[in-house]
């Protein structure tokens, strides 16, 4: 009995880690596996190229607006009853997606997709957290959950373009259904677990910071189109800074607020959030545009597009357990840091030797660093989230670093895409762009990697000097 009892339990904690991860994978593939799909999609709804950001952006945007709310429901209620209630609204969305008529159907049955995605996302983390008690230990499991994201993320373009190719556009949205039940399935093995003593809601921080990401969002979508001058794009802007305010004074005068500002002051945990939405914004942004160029530029196939994204992945997959171990021993730092910068070389290669036929050698050198990149931040950015948190405040911990990843990932598309389509414009139903038409849109490319670039850079000296050995 002696020998048995630690085996059932390691059992039981593998089986929790692997449903987790299940769903993340699902959850997370949902906001990369449509990129591929995008040309396909645009000439079959006639869609603007506004209209496609915001296919992707709906989801990404409800998704990060009510994170933190869902990380608080699940202290309260029960972090696997948010799980599961999560799980069946996500599977309903996604096979309400693949039969939608309209464009404007499939961007609202998105964002039911996103809010169903919230749930899940810091409940299961929170889950992770509570059942793997030993540092070490929890540091290797949250180095898994970490590079199941950066897999699924990279493996989104692969698996979408076989679907696309194979079975059409839709068929991205109904393969959620069989696997969200073979991991409603695995729920019922998942321990409960809540904060002993939950917070009280707060609802005015959770609508300041929904309402600053929408009118954000909004405008940089809308700002090539409308005009960067005009009173619309002018007076959202405005709003979102006012309610960024707004959500930091509510935040500072609330007795029981949303996140506490003294632990935003920790300077791990802001440098986790910082190099979070970079790193996205540059793995966003790269994910879509990129798939917009392989085909409507290149004229490769949904498949063959897909595929090209498999450097990415395969070192994505490589080195975030490799980055799992470093973090569990030596701590963030190294890990971050060169993460960072092999970010910013991706961005620089790209943004150096963007063409209309770039040497596909050359694009895949970016194509490699950026997946290295992005399998060693991962797991560092999470474990300095989740360190600077108690126990009781997992569900919070654990949406903060979510919450920083679809901000970023939002960023990607809306500010690199106002980059790059005030540059070049698409017209709906274009497959292919040529001539003087797709140079103008690898020149927007340029300069959209170039600000990602940028970004990474600075975020490498942030995390030299965040994530200092205590």
Same mark, same amino acid.
């Given at each position: 009995?002696?020998?048995?009892?630690?085996?059932?339990?390691? %059992?039981?904690?593998?089986?929790?880690?692997?449903?987790?991860?299940?769903?993340?994978?699902?959850?997370?593939?949902?906001?990369? +596996?449509?990129?591929?799909?995008?040309?396909?999609?645009?000439?079959?709804?006639?869609?603007?190229?506004?209209?496609?950001?915001?296919?992707?952006?709906?989801?990404?945007?409800?998704?990060?607006?009510?994170?933190?709310?869902?990380?608080?429901?699940?202290?309260?209620?029960?972090?696997?009853?948010?799980?599961?209630? *999560?799980?069946?609204?996500? +599977?309903?969305?996604?096979?309400?997606?693949?039969?939608?008529?309209?464009?404007?159907?499939?961007?609202?049955?998105?964002?039911?997709?996103?809010?169903?995605?919230?749930?899940?996302?810091?409940?299961?983390?929170? +889950?992770?957290?509570?059942?793997?008690?030993?540092?070490?230990?929890?540091?290797?499991?949250?180095?898994?959950?970490?590079?199941?994201?950066?897999?699924?993320?990279?493996?989104?373009?692969?698996?979408?373009?076989?679907?696309?190719?194979?079975?059409?556009?839709?068929?991205?949205?109904?393969?959620?259904?069989?696997?969200?039940?073979?991991?409603?399935?695995?729920?019922?093995?998942?321990?409960?677990?809540?904060?002993? %003593?939950?917070?009280?809601?707060?609802?005015?921080?959770?609508?300041?910071?929904?309402? =600053?990401?929408?009118?954000?969002?909004?405008?940089?979508?809308?700002?090539?189109?409308?005009?960067?001058?005009?009173?619309?794009?002018?007076?959202?802007?405005?709003?979102?800074?006012?309610?960024?305010?707004?959500?930091?004074?509510?935040?500072? !005068?609330?007795?029981?607020?949303?996140?506490?500002?003294?632990?935003?002051?920790?300077?791990?945990?802001?440098?986790?959030?910082?190099?979070?939405?970079?790193?996205?914004?540059?793995?966003?942004?790269?994910?879509?545009?990129?798939?917009?160029?392989?085909?409507?530029?290149?004229?490769?196939?949904?498949?063959?597009?897909?595929?090209?994204?498999?450097?990415?992945?395969?070192?994505?997959?490589?080195?975030?357990? +490799?980055?799992? !171990?470093?973090?569990?021993?030596?701590?963030?730092?190294?890990?971050?840091?060169?993460?960072?910068?092999?970010?910013?070389?991706?961005?620089?290669?790209?943004?150096?030797?963007?063409?209309?036929?770039?040497?596909?050698?050359?694009?895949?050198?970016?194509?490699?660093?950026? *997946?290295?990149?992005?399998?060693?931040?991962?797991?560092?950015?999470?474990?300095?989230?989740?360190?600077?948190?108690?126990?009781?405040?997992?569900?919070?911990?654990?949406?903060?670093?979510?919450?920083?990843?679809?901000?970023?990932?939002?960023?990607?598309?809306?500010?690199?895409?106002?980059?790059?389509?005030?540059?070049? =414009?698409?017209?709906?139903?274009?497959?292919?762009?040529?001539?003087?038409?797709?140079?103008?849109?690898?020149?927007?490319?340029?300069?959209?990697?170039?600000?990602? *670039?940028?970004?990474?850079?600075?975020?490498?000296?942030?995390?030299?000097?965040?994530?200092?050995?205590?």
């Amino acid at each position: 009995m002696v020998v048995t009892e630690p085996t059932i339990n390691r %059992k039981r904690a593998a089986l929790t880690l692997a449903v987790c991860c299940m769903a993340l994978f699902m959850t997370t593939l949902d906001s990369t +596996i449509l990129n591929v799909a995008l040309p396909s999609l645009q000439r079959g709804l006639g869609s603007s190229e506004s209209g496609l950001q915001w296919t992707v952006d709906s989801y990404v945007l409800v998704r990060a607006s009510v994170l933190f709310l869902c990380g608080s429901l699940g202290d309260r209620f029960g972090r696997r009853r948010l799980f599961g209630l *999560g799980l069946g609204v996500f +599977i309903a969305a996604s096979a309400c997606c693949g039969l939608a008529p309209s464009l404007g159907m499939l961007i609202a049955f998105r964002a039911v997709q996103g809010a169903g995605s919230a749930m899940m996302t810091p409940a299961s983390l929170a +889950i992770i957290t509570n059942t793997f008690t030993d540092p070490r230990s929890r540091a290797q499991a949250v180095g898994i959950w970490g590079a199941t994201s950066g897999l699924s993320t990279a493996a989104g373009p692969v698996l979408g373009g076989l679907l696309v190719e194979t079975l059409g556009w839709r068929s991205v949205f109904w393969v959620n259904v069989p696997i969200g039940l073979l991991v409603l399935l695995g729920t019922r093995r998942l321990s409960e677990s809540r904060a002993p %003593k939950p917070r009280p809601f707060d609802i005015p921080g959770q609508a300041a910071i929904a309402l =600053a990401l929408a009118t954000l969002t909004y405008a940089l979508i809308s700002g090539p189109d409308s005009g960067w001058g005009s009173a619309l794009i002018v007076t959202l802007l405005v709003v979102s800074v006012v309610a960024w305010f707004a959500f930091g004074r509510l935040e500072q !005068r609330s007795a029981q607020p949303l996140i506490e500002l003294r632990e935003l002051a920790q300077p791990a945990l802001m440098a986790a959030i910082f190099l979070a939405i970079m790193a996205f914004l540059a793995l966003g942004g790269y994910l879509f545009f990129n798939t917009l160029y392989l085909q409507n530029v290149r004229g490769f196939s949904p498949i063959e597009a897909g595929l090209l994204t498999v450097p990415t992945t395969a070192c994505t997959m490589v080195l975030a357990p +490799i980055s799992g !171990r470093i973090t569990g021993t030596r701590g963030a730092r190294f890990p971050a840091t060169i993460a960072c910068v092999l970010i910013a070389a991706s961005m620089a290669v790209l943004a150096v030797t963007i063409e209309p036929a770039t040497p596909m050698g050359v694009l895949v050198i970016g194509y490699v660093l950026l *997946g290295c990149g992005m399998g060693l931040i991962n797991t560092p950015i999470t474990n300095a989230a989740m360190s600077s948190m108690p126990p009781a405040r997992a569900g919070v911990a654990a949406a903060t670093t979510s919450t920083a990843r679809q901000i970023g990932t939002n960023l990607g598309v809306a500010l690199l895409g106002s980059v790059i389509f005030s540059t070049a =414009a698409m017209s709906a139903g274009h497959s292919r762009l040529t001539g003087h038409a797709a140079v103008l849109f690898t020149h927007g490319l340029r300069y959209g990697y170039t600000l990602a *670039g940028v970004l990474a850079l600075g975020c490498s000296v942030l995390a030299w000097r965040a994530f200092r050995p205590r």
